[in-house]
């Protein structure tokens, strides 16, 4: 089945300074890729689509140089948090569709990034 | 624009009940509808859609476009059931994304 790998499951990192996550599809190629946002019992809020070779696309009130996307290849797509702040703690989620690239296919989850900033 | 409405925040049922977690869509066309499941540090992982006609883990749902609804049901709860529960949406409005309710925490009670 498809696999999505996120890394790093958690990390702490101090105010001012920029994270990297990675999200990785590991046995199919993701054209496209989806970054969420999700709060404690709180439902997914999409931030970004990441568009495999080009721009990503932006959910309205998510600033696009806080949160740098980058989707260099068909497997890997990048969410770089810069100049964090401790209100961007938080939990991260990547998913990216299956394999028949369908718009309607699955979407297949990484297990997340928590994020907190001190 | 779409929406999906989870209308229960929290649901608590005892084991061997039935169980309904509710799902009410805003869409205009053919959508294609998710549920998907997070259980306790899991990942968010796919429980069934509606193209599928199946059952999984004893869960079934049936898209009624009339209601616009998308309801997932079980006749017989589980304690293993308790989880995060959410509906998606896919559409070609949106074509590649998916908009998810707030999700349904499920309890189920020995």
């Known amino acids: 089945g498809a696999v999505v790998s996120q890394h790093p499951s958690w990390v702490i990192c101090k105010s001012g300074t920029s994270v990297k996550i990675e999200c990785r599809s590991l046995?199919?190629?993701?054209?496209?890729m989806f970054w969420y946002r999700q709060f404690p019992k709180q439902s997914l809020m999409l931030m970004a689509t990441?568009?495999?070779?080009?721009?990503?696309?932006?959910e309205q009130g998510v600033e696009k140089d806080k949160f740098l996307i980058n989707h260099a290849s068909l497997t890997l797509s990048t969410l770089t948090v810069t100049s964090a702040h401790p209100e961007d703690s938080s939990f991260y989620i990547c998913?990216?569709?299956?394999?028949?690239?369908?718009?309607?296919?699955?979407?297949?989850f990484g297990n997340g990034t928590r994020l907190t900033v001190t | 624009a779409q929406r999906v409405t989870q209308p229960e925040k929290l649901l608590s049922v005892f084991k061997g009940a039935p169980v309904e977690l509710k799902c009410n869509y805003s869409y205009s066309g053919s959508p294609e509808l998710f549920w998907y499941v997070q259980y306790s540090r899991q990942r968010l992982q796919l429980l069934l859609r509606h193209i599928s006609r199946e059952s999984i883990k004893g869960f079934t749902a049936d898209l009624n476009k009339g209601e616009t609804s998308f309801h997932l049901k079980k006749p017989f709860a589980q304690e293993e059931d308790s989880a995060m529960y959410y509906c998606a949406l896919s559409g070609g409005t949106n074509a590649g994304k998916s908009t998810f309710g707030d999700g349904t925490t499920l309890t189920v009670k020995p």
């Open positions: 998913s990216a569709r299956g394999l028949s690239r369908n718009y309607n296919s699955p979407l297949h």
């Open positions: 990441s568009n495999e070779g080009s721009k990503a696309t932006y």
């Open positions: 046995d199919f190629q993701a054209t496209t």
